[in-house]
C-alpha cells in the first residue's frame, strides 16, 4: 500500500467483519505520533467523505476508520437477519476492535456524532474494553433524545417518518423514487436540513462537486438502515450505564442539531469526567467536501495537545 499519498483509494482495503462485506480505511502515522486511532463515523457517511478529517488525526498516529453495516456501502445487518439497532452496532465494534487490535495494548476512540453513542454503547456493553482505551474523544456527539433542538413537533414529525421508512416497502420506494440521482439533483438542496449545506458552496464548481457526493452519499448508505438508526436516536437514552473513563467533547459553535448544555448533563451521569473543547466551526460538521484544510477545526488547539500528550 501507498503512504502518505493525499489519494483516500490508497488506504482502503477489504473487511469482513460478522459475515458482512465492508471496507476499511487504514492510514499511517504522519508523524511522530504513536497513538492508534480508531475513528467511526456519523449517520450519512462513507470513507471517502471523511478523508480530510483523517488527514489530520493521521498527524498524531495511524488512523483506522471502518465501515458500518449499511453504511458506506457496507451489506447491511439487514442481510444476516438482523436490525441495525445500537447494540448490534455496539457489538461489531467490539468484534472489530477485538479482532483488529488484539494485540495492541491501548488504543484512542473517536466518534463523530451518531458514531460516538455506537462507542459508547459498546463500552457500556463491554466494559473491558475500557482499560484498553488511552483516549476518548467525542466530535459533537451526544447521549439521550434530549440533547436535540428540534421543537417537539419536528422532532415528533421525525420519528414517525423514520420509522415508516424502516419498512421495506417504503424503503424500497423512497430509495427509487425520492433518492435516484436527477430527483436529488432537482430538489435536493431545497430541503430544510440541506439548505445550510449548499449555502456554503461558493461557485457552480462547488455546488456541483458538493451535489455529486451527497447523491453518492445517499446511494450508498441503505434506506432502511438509515432509516432504523434515525427512529433509535431520536428516541435514545444512553445515560442507564456509566462508562469509567473520561470524555473529550468537542462542541461547534452554531451546532444545528444538539443543545450542548443538554448533552453535557447528560455525558456527566455517563462518563467519570467531562472536557468540553470548543470549536470554531460554523456548522454540526465539516462539509461532506472537506479537504484537511476545512476539516482541521473540528479538531481544536486544545484537543490537539491532548492527543499530543501534552496535557
Same mark, same amino acid.
Given at each position: 500500500?501507498?503512504?502518505?499519498?493525499?489519494?483516500?483509494?490508497?488506504?482502503?482495503?477489504?473487511?469482513? /467483519?460478522?459475515?458482512?462485506?465492508?471496507?476499511?480505511?487504514?492510514? !499511517?502515522?504522519?508523524? =511522530?505520533?504513536?497513538?492508534?486511532?480508531?475513528?467511526?463515523?456519523?449517520?450519512?457517511?462513507?470513507? $471517502?467523505?471523511?478523508?480530510?478529517?483523517?488527514?489530520?488525526?493521521?498527524?498524531?498516529?495511524?488512523?483506522?476508520? !471502518?465501515?458500518?453495516?449499511?453504511?458506506?456501502?457496507?451489506?447491511?445487518?439487514?442481510?444476516?437477519?438482523?436490525?441495525? &439497532?445500537?447494540?448490534?452496532?455496539?457489538?461489531?465494534?467490539? &468484534?472489530?476492535?477485538?479482532?483488529?487490535?488484539?494485540?495492541?495494548? %491501548?488504543?484512542?476512540?473517536?466518534?463523530?456524532?451518531?458514531?460516538?453513542?455506537?462507542?459508547?454503547?459498546?463500552?457500556?456493553?463491554?466494559?473491558?474494553? &475500557?482499560?484498553?482505551?488511552?483516549?476518548?474523544?467525542?466530535?459533537?456527539?451526544?447521549?439521550?433524545?434530549?440533547? +436535540?433542538?428540534?421543537?417537539?413537533?419536528?422532532?415528533?414529525?421525525?420519528?414517525?417518518?423514520? =420509522?415508516?421508512?424502516?419498512?421495506?416497502?417504503?424503503? +424500497?420506494?423512497?430509495?427509487?423514487?425520492?433518492?435516484?440521482?436527477?430527483?436529488?439533483?432537482?430538489?435536493?438542496?431545497?430541503?430544510?436540513?440541506?439548505? =445550510? %449545506? +449548499?449555502?456554503?458552496?461558493?461557485?457552480?464548481?462547488? +455546488?456541483?462537486?458538493?451535489?455529486?457526493? $451527497?447523491?453518492?452519499?445517499?446511494?450508498?448508505?441503505?434506506?432502511?438502515?438509515?432509516?432504523?438508526?434515525?427512529?433509535?436516536?431520536?428516541?435514545?437514552?444512553?445515560?442507564?450505564?456509566?462508562?469509567?473513563?473520561?470524555?473529550?467533547?468537542?462542541?461547534?459553535?452554531?451546532?444545528?442539531?444538539?443543545?450542548?448544555?443538554?448533552?453535557?448533563?447528560?455525558?456527566?451521569?455517563?462518563?467519570?469526567?467531562?472536557?468540553?473543547?470548543?470549536?470554531?466551526?460554523?456548522?454540526?460538521?465539516?462539509? /461532506?467536501?472537506?479537504?484537511? %484544510?476545512?476539516?482541521?477545526?473540528?479538531? !481544536?488547539?486544545?484537543?490537539? %495537545?491532548?492527543?499530543?500528550?501534552?496535557?
Amino acid at each position: 500500500m501507498a503512504k502518505h499519498t493525499h489519494n483516500p483509494a490508497d488506504y482502503i482495503v477489504p473487511l469482513n /467483519v460478522s459475515g458482512l462485506q465492508g471496507r476499511m480505511l487504514h492510514v !499511517p502515522a504522519r508523524g =511522530k505520533g504513536k497513538r492508534e486511532l480508531v475513528f467511526v463515523y456519523g449517520h450519512h457517511s462513507s470513507l $471517502e467523505r471523511w478523508w480530510g478529517l483523517m488527514e489530520v488525526l493521521s498527524q498524531y498516529g495511524t488512523v483506522t476508520m !471502518p465501515d458500518l453495516p449499511g453504511f458506506g456501502g457496507m451489506e447491511s445487518f439487514y442481510k444476516v437477519g438482523r436490525t441495525p &439497532t445500537v447494540d448490534n452496532m455496539a457489538d461489531y465494534m467490539a &468484534t472489530f476492535i477485538k479482532w483488529r487490535y488484539k494485540r495492541t495494548k %491501548k488504543i484512542t476512540l473517536v466518534g463523530m456524532s451518531f458514531g460516538f453513542i455506537v462507542i459508547t454503547r459498546m463500552l457500556q456493553r463491554y466494559p473491558e474494553l &475500557t482499560n484498553k482505551v488511552d483516549l476518548l474523544v467525542s466530535l459533537v456527539g451526544f447521549a439521550h433524545h434530549d440533547d +436535540f433542538t428540534f421543537s417537539p413537533l419536528r422532532h415528533r414529525m421525525y420519528s414517525v417518518a423514520s =420509522k415508516i421508512g424502516s419498512y421495506r416497502l417504503p424503503a +424500497f420506494v423512497f430509495r427509487h423514487v425520492a433518492l435516484n440521482a436527477p430527483t436529488l439533483r432537482l430538489v435536493y438542496a431545497r430541503t430544510h436540513n440541506a439548505k =445550510k %449545506k +449548499f449555502a456554503a458552496a461558493v461557485t457552480k464548481e462547488d +455546488f456541483n462537486r458538493l451535489m455529486d457526493v $451527497e447523491v453518492g452519499l445517499w446511494q450508498s448508505n441503505d434506506v432502511r438502515t438509515y432509516m432504523f438508526t434515525s427512529h433509535e436516536f431520536l428516541s435514545l437514552d444512553n445515560c442507564k450505564v456509566q462508562v469509567d473513563l473520561p470524555v473529550w467533547h468537542v462542541t461547534t459553535v452554531n451546532d444545528h442539531f444538539f443543545d450542548h448544555a443538554v448533552v453535557e448533563q447528560h455525558m456527566r451521569v455517563i462518563f467519570a469526567d467531562f472536557h468540553e473543547v470548543e470549536t470554531k466551526l460554523m456548522s454540526h460538521a465539516p462539509s /461532506v467536501i472537506a479537504d484537511a %484544510k476545512m476539516a482541521a477545526p473540528l479538531v !481544536p488547539q486544545k484537543l490537539r %495537545k491532548v492527543l499530543s500528550g501534552q496535557q
